[in-house]
Protein backbone atom coordinates (compact mmCIF):
# COMPACT_ATOMS: atom_id res chain seq x y z
CA UNK A 1 0.00 0.00 0.00
CA UNK A 2 1.40 3.59 -0.82
CA UNK A 3 2.61 6.12 2.29
CA UNK A 4 -0.34 8.52 3.02
CA UNK A 5 0.15 11.22 0.26
CA UNK A 6 3.52 10.22 -1.01
CA UNK A 7 2.99 9.75 -4.75
CA UNK A 8 4.55 6.73 -5.02
CA UNK A 9 6.25 6.22 -8.12
CA UNK A 10 6.94 9.76 -9.05
CA UNK A 11 9.43 10.19 -11.63
CA UNK A 12 8.71 6.94 -13.50
CA UNK A 13 6.22 7.31 -16.70
CA UNK A 14 3.61 4.56 -15.68
CA UNK A 15 1.70 3.58 -13.06
CA UNK A 16 -0.41 0.29 -12.57
CA UNK A 17 -3.98 -0.09 -14.26
CA UNK A 18 -6.85 -2.63 -14.11
CA UNK A 19 -9.81 -3.17 -12.96
CA UNK A 20 -9.05 -4.04 -9.33
CA UNK A 21 -12.03 -1.94 -7.16
CA UNK A 22 -10.85 -3.19 -3.87
CA UNK A 23 -7.14 -1.91 -4.33
CA UNK A 24 -8.07 1.35 -5.85
CA UNK A 25 -10.24 1.86 -2.75
CA UNK A 26 -7.71 0.68 -0.39
CA UNK A 27 -5.41 3.35 -2.14
CA UNK A 28 -8.31 6.19 -1.52
CA UNK A 29 -8.50 4.88 2.09
CA UNK A 30 -4.38 4.98 2.98
CA UNK A 31 -5.14 9.34 1.66
CA UNK A 32 -3.57 7.32 -2.23
CA UNK A 33 -4.74 9.01 -5.61
CA UNK A 34 -6.63 6.99 -8.16
CA UNK A 35 -7.68 7.81 -11.82
CA UNK A 36 -11.36 7.01 -11.95
CA UNK A 37 -13.36 6.60 -14.69
CA UNK A 38 -16.67 8.08 -15.18
CA UNK A 39 -19.43 8.58 -18.07
CA UNK A 40 -17.77 12.20 -18.63
CA UNK A 41 -14.11 12.25 -18.61
CA UNK A 42 -11.47 10.23 -16.18
CA UNK A 43 -10.97 12.00 -12.73
CA UNK A 44 -7.97 11.83 -10.11
CA UNK A 45 -9.72 10.35 -7.04
CA UNK A 46 -8.99 11.00 -3.63
CA UNK A 47 -11.06 10.61 -0.39
CA UNK A 48 -12.81 13.69 0.38
CA UNK A 49 -12.96 13.64 3.73
CA UNK A 50 -9.14 13.72 4.46
CA UNK A 51 -7.40 17.50 3.91
CA UNK A 52 -4.14 15.54 2.93
CA UNK A 53 -4.93 13.36 0.14
CA UNK A 54 -6.79 16.56 -1.02
CA UNK A 55 -3.93 18.63 -0.75
CA UNK A 56 -2.11 15.72 -3.04
CA UNK A 57 -4.20 16.10 -5.99
CA UNK A 58 -3.76 19.70 -5.93
CA UNK A 59 0.05 19.17 -5.86
CA UNK A 60 -0.30 16.69 -8.54
CA UNK A 61 -2.55 18.41 -10.96
CA UNK A 62 -0.67 21.61 -10.17
CA UNK A 63 -3.83 23.53 -9.71
CA UNK A 64 -4.12 26.54 -8.05
CA UNK A 65 -6.26 26.72 -4.81
CA UNK A 66 -9.07 28.37 -5.40
CA UNK A 67 -10.17 26.36 -7.68
CA UNK A 68 -12.95 24.29 -6.26
CA UNK A 69 -12.96 20.69 -6.37
CA UNK A 70 -16.37 18.08 -7.26
CA UNK A 71 -17.27 15.90 -4.43
CA UNK A 72 -18.60 12.21 -6.26
CA UNK A 73 -20.96 10.01 -4.52
CA UNK A 74 -22.18 6.48 -5.22
CA UNK A 75 -25.53 6.97 -3.63
CA UNK A 76 -27.89 9.45 -2.78
CA UNK A 77 -28.16 9.02 1.14
CA UNK A 78 -24.62 10.10 1.13
CA UNK A 79 -25.35 13.93 0.05
CA UNK A 80 -26.37 14.92 4.02
CA UNK A 81 -22.26 14.24 4.44
CA UNK A 82 -21.74 16.63 2.38
CA UNK A 83 -24.26 18.98 1.76
CA UNK A 84 -27.25 20.98 3.63
CA UNK A 85 -30.30 22.71 3.34
CA UNK A 86 -31.04 20.84 0.03
CA UNK A 87 -34.09 23.23 -1.81
CA UNK A 88 -36.90 21.42 -3.29
CA UNK A 89 -35.28 22.00 -6.70
CA UNK A 90 -32.50 20.08 -6.05
CA UNK A 91 -34.11 17.14 -5.09
CA UNK A 92 -35.92 17.75 -8.25
CA UNK A 93 -33.13 17.56 -10.39
CA UNK A 94 -30.70 14.87 -8.38
CA UNK A 95 -34.11 12.88 -9.00
CA UNK A 96 -34.06 13.41 -13.19
CA UNK A 97 -30.01 13.81 -13.60
CA UNK A 98 -28.30 11.57 -10.73
CA UNK A 99 -26.71 9.35 -11.34
CA UNK A 100 -25.16 11.50 -14.29
CA UNK A 101 -23.38 14.38 -15.51
CA UNK A 102 -24.64 16.88 -13.38
CA UNK A 103 -22.84 19.01 -10.73
CA UNK A 104 -24.60 20.78 -8.19
CA UNK A 105 -23.01 23.48 -6.36
CA UNK A 106 -25.47 23.14 -2.81
CA UNK A 107 -24.67 25.04 0.94
CA UNK A 108 -21.56 22.59 2.32
CA UNK A 109 -21.70 21.05 5.51
CA UNK A 110 -18.70 21.48 7.85
CA UNK A 111 -17.58 18.02 7.69
CA UNK A 112 -16.32 18.74 4.47
CA UNK A 113 -12.43 20.71 4.33
CA UNK A 114 -11.89 24.27 2.71
CA UNK A 115 -9.89 22.65 0.36
CA UNK A 116 -12.23 20.95 -1.19
CA UNK A 117 -14.45 24.54 -1.91
CA UNK A 118 -11.75 26.66 -1.88
CA UNK A 119 -13.10 28.19 1.10
CA UNK A 120 -16.35 28.89 -0.20
CA UNK A 121 -20.33 28.45 0.81
CA UNK A 122 -21.10 25.91 -1.44
CA UNK A 123 -19.83 22.15 -2.26
CA UNK A 124 -20.04 20.61 -6.06
CA UNK A 125 -21.46 17.58 -5.94
CA UNK A 126 -22.48 14.56 -8.57
CA UNK A 127 -23.32 11.22 -8.43
CA UNK A 128 -21.18 9.49 -11.59
CA UNK A 129 -23.15 7.16 -13.81
CA UNK A 130 -19.66 4.83 -14.56
CA UNK A 131 -20.71 1.73 -13.13
CA UNK A 132 -17.23 1.40 -11.85
CA UNK A 133 -17.27 4.93 -10.16
CA UNK A 134 -19.83 4.23 -7.91
CA UNK A 135 -18.73 1.02 -7.17
CA UNK A 136 -14.82 2.59 -6.26
CA UNK A 137 -17.22 4.84 -3.73
CA UNK A 138 -19.13 2.17 -2.64
CA UNK A 139 -16.32 0.50 -1.64
CA UNK A 140 -14.24 3.23 -0.52
CA UNK A 141 -17.09 4.04 1.91
CA UNK A 142 -16.98 7.81 1.53
CA UNK A 143 -17.33 10.62 -0.73
CA UNK A 144 -14.73 10.61 -3.07
CA UNK A 145 -13.15 14.16 -4.85
CA UNK A 146 -12.31 14.11 -8.07
CA UNK A 147 -11.14 17.27 -10.98
CA UNK A 148 -10.37 15.50 -13.75
CA UNK A 149 -6.95 13.76 -14.33
CA UNK A 150 -4.80 15.71 -16.35
CA UNK A 151 -2.48 18.77 -15.20
CA UNK A 152 -4.03 22.16 -14.65
CA UNK A 153 -5.28 23.93 -17.98
CA UNK A 154 -4.93 20.73 -20.05
CA UNK A 155 -7.28 18.27 -22.05
CA UNK A 156 -9.22 16.22 -19.77
CA UNK A 157 -8.85 12.21 -19.78
CA UNK A 158 -10.87 10.13 -21.68
CA UNK A 159 -9.23 6.63 -21.39
CA UNK A 160 -7.30 5.60 -18.91
CA UNK A 161 -4.26 5.54 -21.09
CA UNK A 162 -4.50 9.33 -21.15
CA UNK A 163 -4.44 9.72 -17.74
CA UNK A 164 -1.21 7.48 -17.41
CA UNK A 165 0.60 9.37 -20.06
CA UNK A 166 -0.29 12.72 -18.25
CA UNK A 167 -0.09 11.73 -14.40
CA UNK A 168 1.08 8.00 -14.38
CA UNK A 169 4.36 8.81 -12.45
CA UNK A 170 2.36 10.58 -9.64
CA UNK A 171 -1.05 8.82 -8.83
CA UNK A 172 -0.91 4.81 -7.49
CA UNK A 173 -3.57 3.45 -9.97
CA UNK A 174 -5.72 3.94 -12.51
CA UNK A 175 -9.06 2.08 -12.76
CA UNK A 176 -9.20 1.32 -16.55
CA UNK A 177 -13.36 1.74 -17.59
CA UNK A 178 -12.51 2.11 -21.23
CA UNK A 179 -13.33 5.08 -23.09
CA UNK A 180 -15.46 7.47 -21.78
CA UNK A 181 -19.34 7.55 -23.14
CA UNK A 182 -19.63 11.07 -23.16
CA UNK A 183 -16.42 12.71 -23.45
CA UNK A 184 -17.38 15.99 -21.82
CA UNK A 185 -17.23 17.23 -18.29
CA UNK A 186 -20.34 17.74 -16.68
CA UNK A 187 -22.64 20.95 -15.94
CA UNK A 188 -21.97 22.77 -13.16
CA UNK A 189 -25.18 24.87 -11.61
CA UNK A 190 -25.10 26.71 -8.78
CA UNK A 191 -27.99 26.15 -6.67
CA UNK A 192 -26.94 28.51 -3.88
CA UNK A 193 -29.29 31.84 -4.85
CA UNK A 194 -32.88 31.18 -5.36
CA UNK A 195 -32.24 31.34 -9.13
CA UNK A 196 -30.40 28.83 -10.43
CA UNK A 197 -26.91 29.72 -12.38
CA UNK A 198 -24.83 27.85 -15.20
CA UNK A 199 -21.50 27.78 -13.99
CA UNK A 200 -20.20 25.32 -17.24
CA UNK A 201 -22.03 23.97 -19.96
CA UNK A 202 -21.30 20.11 -20.06
CA UNK A 203 -22.83 16.62 -20.96
CA UNK A 204 -26.24 17.18 -19.79
CA UNK A 205 -27.73 20.13 -21.93
CA UNK A 206 -28.89 23.46 -20.50
CA UNK A 207 -31.96 22.95 -22.88
CA UNK A 208 -32.82 19.44 -20.66
CA UNK A 209 -32.46 21.59 -17.16
CA UNK A 210 -34.55 24.44 -18.59
CA UNK A 211 -36.96 22.07 -19.15
CA UNK A 212 -37.22 20.62 -15.75
CA UNK A 213 -36.99 23.64 -13.83
CA UNK A 214 -37.16 26.59 -15.81
CA UNK A 215 -34.86 29.51 -16.68
CA UNK A 216 -31.70 29.26 -15.67
CA UNK A 217 -29.08 32.47 -15.77
CA UNK A 218 -25.89 31.38 -17.45
CA UNK A 219 -22.52 32.99 -15.63
CA UNK A 220 -20.87 35.02 -18.68
CA UNK A 221 -17.13 33.98 -18.61
CA UNK A 222 -15.27 37.25 -19.36
CA UNK A 223 -12.21 35.96 -21.78
CA UNK A 224 -10.18 39.50 -21.27
CA UNK A 225 -10.70 38.72 -17.29
CA UNK A 226 -8.09 37.39 -15.03
CA UNK A 227 -8.86 34.42 -12.97
CA UNK A 228 -10.02 35.93 -10.01
CA UNK A 229 -12.39 38.47 -12.15
CA UNK A 230 -14.41 35.66 -13.30
CA UNK A 231 -18.03 35.18 -11.95
CA UNK A 232 -16.67 31.73 -10.45
CA UNK A 233 -13.57 29.69 -9.58
CA UNK A 234 -12.31 27.62 -12.14
CA UNK A 235 -13.75 29.67 -14.96
CA UNK A 236 -10.09 30.31 -16.17
CA UNK A 237 -10.69 32.09 -20.25
CA UNK A 238 -7.55 29.46 -20.85
CA UNK A 239 -8.44 25.60 -19.89
CA UNK A 240 -8.71 22.52 -21.66
CA UNK A 241 -6.22 23.02 -23.98
CA UNK A 242 -3.62 21.71 -26.27
CA UNK A 243 0.16 22.75 -26.86
CA UNK A 244 -0.84 23.54 -29.84
CA UNK A 245 -2.11 26.88 -31.54
CA UNK A 246 -5.76 26.68 -31.94
CA UNK A 247 -7.86 28.86 -34.69
CA UNK A 248 -11.60 28.62 -34.87
CA UNK A 249 -13.64 28.67 -37.76
CA UNK A 250 -17.58 29.51 -37.78
CA UNK A 251 -19.90 26.55 -38.41
CA UNK A 252 -20.51 27.33 -41.81
CA UNK A 253 -16.99 28.73 -42.73
CA UNK A 254 -14.94 27.16 -45.66
CA UNK A 255 -11.88 25.81 -43.84
CA UNK A 256 -8.76 26.92 -45.17
CA UNK A 257 -5.06 26.35 -44.16
CA UNK A 258 -2.81 28.78 -42.83
CA UNK A 259 -0.18 29.70 -45.63
CA UNK A 260 3.08 28.44 -44.92
CA UNK A 261 1.79 26.89 -41.47
CA UNK A 262 1.96 22.96 -41.16
CA UNK A 263 -2.02 23.07 -40.47
CA UNK A 264 -5.09 20.65 -39.42
CA UNK A 265 -8.35 20.72 -39.26
CA UNK A 266 -10.44 19.38 -36.86
CA UNK A 267 -14.37 19.56 -38.11
CA UNK A 268 -17.23 17.55 -37.98
CA UNK A 269 -19.90 16.48 -40.50
CA UNK A 270 -18.65 15.67 -44.02
CA UNK A 271 -14.70 16.18 -44.23
CA UNK A 272 -14.54 18.49 -46.84
CA UNK A 273 -12.16 18.05 -49.60
CA UNK A 274 -9.38 21.16 -48.44
CA UNK A 275 -6.12 20.55 -49.92
CA UNK A 276 -3.12 22.05 -47.69
CA UNK A 277 -4.61 20.38 -44.96
CA UNK A 278 -1.86 17.64 -43.10
CA UNK A 279 -4.96 16.26 -41.39
CA UNK A 280 -8.26 16.75 -41.59
CA UNK A 281 -10.37 14.98 -38.75
CA UNK A 282 -14.01 14.67 -38.57
CA UNK A 283 -15.87 14.20 -35.00
CA UNK A 284 -18.95 12.51 -36.34
CA UNK A 285 -22.05 13.17 -37.90
CA UNK A 286 -23.35 17.21 -37.03
CA UNK A 287 -26.85 15.52 -36.50
CA UNK A 288 -25.52 13.34 -33.36
CA UNK A 289 -23.38 15.70 -30.72
CA UNK A 290 -23.06 12.81 -28.40
CA UNK A 291 -20.71 10.87 -31.04
CA UNK A 292 -18.88 14.29 -31.72
CA UNK A 293 -18.69 14.94 -27.59
CA UNK A 294 -17.44 11.24 -27.10
CA UNK A 295 -14.20 11.57 -29.50
CA UNK A 296 -13.42 15.26 -28.85
CA UNK A 297 -10.65 14.92 -26.28
CA UNK A 298 -9.17 12.14 -27.68
CA UNK A 299 -9.23 13.49 -31.46
CA UNK A 300 -7.56 17.22 -30.35
CA UNK A 301 -5.08 15.20 -28.46
CA UNK A 302 -4.30 12.51 -31.80
CA UNK A 303 -4.37 16.18 -33.74
CA UNK A 304 -1.89 18.13 -31.03
CA UNK A 305 0.89 14.79 -31.05
CA UNK A 306 1.16 15.42 -35.02
CA UNK A 307 2.79 18.78 -33.68
CA UNK A 308 1.32 20.68 -36.44
CA UNK A 309 1.59 24.69 -36.62
CA UNK A 310 -2.03 25.29 -36.43
CA UNK A 311 -5.04 23.22 -35.25
CA UNK A 312 -8.00 24.88 -37.34
CA UNK A 313 -11.05 23.89 -35.56
CA UNK A 314 -14.63 24.03 -36.77
CA UNK A 315 -17.12 25.51 -34.04
CA UNK A 316 -20.47 24.20 -33.55
CA UNK A 317 -23.75 25.34 -33.90
CA UNK A 318 -24.74 27.01 -30.41
CA UNK A 319 -27.07 24.52 -29.22
CA UNK A 320 -27.46 21.21 -26.99
CA UNK A 321 -24.26 19.23 -26.37
CA UNK A 322 -22.41 21.91 -28.89
CA UNK A 323 -22.58 24.56 -26.11
CA UNK A 324 -20.04 22.60 -24.04
CA UNK A 325 -17.90 21.85 -27.25
CA UNK A 326 -17.59 25.48 -28.31
CA UNK A 327 -16.53 26.46 -24.82
CA UNK A 328 -14.04 23.91 -25.07
CA UNK A 329 -12.91 24.90 -28.08
CA UNK A 330 -12.64 28.69 -26.99
CA UNK A 331 -11.19 28.39 -24.21
CA UNK A 332 -8.95 25.86 -26.09
CA UNK A 333 -7.73 28.33 -28.27
CA UNK A 334 -7.55 31.38 -26.05
CA UNK A 335 -4.72 33.31 -25.98
CA UNK A 336 -3.45 31.15 -28.99
CA UNK A 337 -1.84 33.78 -31.14
CA UNK A 338 -1.77 35.48 -33.18
CA UNK A 339 -5.83 36.52 -32.62
CA UNK A 340 -8.65 33.06 -33.53
CA UNK A 341 -10.54 33.62 -37.11
CA UNK A 342 -14.57 33.65 -35.28
O1 LIG B 1 -17.36 15.66 -15.32
C1 LIG B 1 -16.74 16.22 -14.42
O2 LIG B 1 -17.23 17.19 -13.82
C2 LIG B 1 -15.35 15.69 -14.07
C3 LIG B 1 -15.50 14.27 -13.54
C4 LIG B 1 -14.21 13.69 -13.02
O3 LIG B 1 -16.50 14.24 -12.56
N1 LIG B 1 -14.71 16.56 -13.13
C5 LIG B 1 -14.26 17.79 -13.46
O4 LIG B 1 -13.66 18.45 -12.42
O5 LIG B 1 -14.36 18.26 -14.57
P1 LIG B 1 -12.77 19.77 -12.62
O6 LIG B 1 -12.16 19.98 -11.29
O7 LIG B 1 -11.85 19.58 -13.74
O8 LIG B 1 -13.79 20.90 -12.87
C6 LIG B 1 -14.72 21.22 -11.85
C7 LIG B 1 -15.16 22.64 -11.90
C8 LIG B 1 -14.21 23.59 -11.18
O9 LIG B 1 -13.20 24.08 -11.97
C9 LIG B 1 -15.16 24.69 -10.76
O10 LIG B 1 -15.32 25.58 -11.83
C10 LIG B 1 -16.47 23.98 -10.52
O11 LIG B 1 -16.37 22.73 -11.15
N2 LIG B 1 -16.70 23.82 -9.10
C11 LIG B 1 -16.42 22.75 -8.31
N3 LIG B 1 -16.77 22.99 -7.03
C12 LIG B 1 -17.28 24.23 -7.00
C13 LIG B 1 -17.80 25.07 -5.96
N4 LIG B 1 -17.83 24.65 -4.69
N5 LIG B 1 -18.23 26.30 -6.29
C14 LIG B 1 -18.17 26.73 -7.57
N6 LIG B 1 -17.69 26.00 -8.60
C15 LIG B 1 -17.25 24.77 -8.32
MG1 LIG C 1 -10.71 19.97 -15.38
Redesign the pocket.
Known sequence: MPEPNVPSRAGSATCPAGTDIAYAAECLRSGGLVG?P?E????LAAAALQPRAVAAVFEVKRRPHF????V?LSEFDQLPMVATDISAQAYRLAEHFWPG?L?M?LPRTTEVPDLV??G?P???V?I?AHPLARRLIAAAGFPVA???ANLFGGM?PTTAEHVSDGLGGFIDYVLDGGPCSIGV??T?V?LMEDRPLL??H??LPLEDLERLIGPISVAALNPDADNSAQP????LSRHYAPRTRMQLISPEAEAQPVPGARSVLLTWGNAPIAPGFDRIHSLGPAEDLRICAAGFFAALRMLDALSPDVIIARQFVDFGLGRALNDRLRRGSAGSEPNQAH
Open positions: MTTVYGDPLIHPTITALGVGRPAPSSESVSLRGGAPGM
